[in-house]
C-alpha cells in the first residue's frame, strides 16, 4: 500500500504565498507521475498541475504564472509553490502519484492523500 501525505495548507490573505509537499510512502518500486488537484465546496475535483517523473509540467490555465510544481525524486516528494493567491484559490488541496510496485510489472496504481486545506481570505 502507498500512504501519501500533505502538508503546508493554511489561512493567507489575497496575494500571499504557501507551498504546499506531499510526501509518497509505502511499498512501490517507484513513483512515476505526481500532482495537485483541488477541490472547492461544491464544484468538482479540478487539476491544478501535474509533473512527471522526468519533471515535464503541465498546469491549469487559472494558475500558470503564479503556481510551480516540483519534485525530489529521492524523497518521492512534491511540491507546489503558490504565490500570488486569490480568494478563488480556496479549496481542499490534494496530491496524487503513479506508482509501480515492482520494476519487473509494468502495472502502475494511482494513489491519493487527504487533502489539505488553503483558505485565501483577509
Known amino acids: 500500500q502507498v500512504q501519501l501525505v500533505e502538508s503546508g495548507g493554511g489561512l493567507v490573505p489575497p496575494g500571499g504565498s504557501l507551498t504546499l509537499s506531499c510526501v509518497a510512502s509505502?511499498?512501490?518500486?517507484?513513483?512515476?507521475?505526481m500532482g495537485w488537484y483541488r477541490q472547492a465546496p461544491g464544484k468538482q475535483r479540478e487539476l491544478v498541475a501535474t509533473i512527471t517523473r522526468g519533471s515535464s509540467t503541465n498546469y491549469a490555465d487559472s494558475v500558470k504564472g503564479r503556481f510551480t510544481i516540483s519534485r525530489d525524486n529521492p524523497k518521492n516528494t512534491v511540491y507546489l509553490q503558490m504565490n500570488s493567491l486569490k480568494p478563488e484559490d480556496t479549496a481542499v488541496y490534494l496530491c496524487t502519484a503513479r506508482t509501480r510496485a515492482t520494476l519487473a510489472s509494468a502495472r502502475e496504481t494511482d494513489y491519493w492523500g487527504q487533502g489539505t486545506q488553503v483558505t485565501v481570505s483577509s
Open positions: 509505502g511499498r512501490f518500486a517507484w513513483v512515476n507521475s
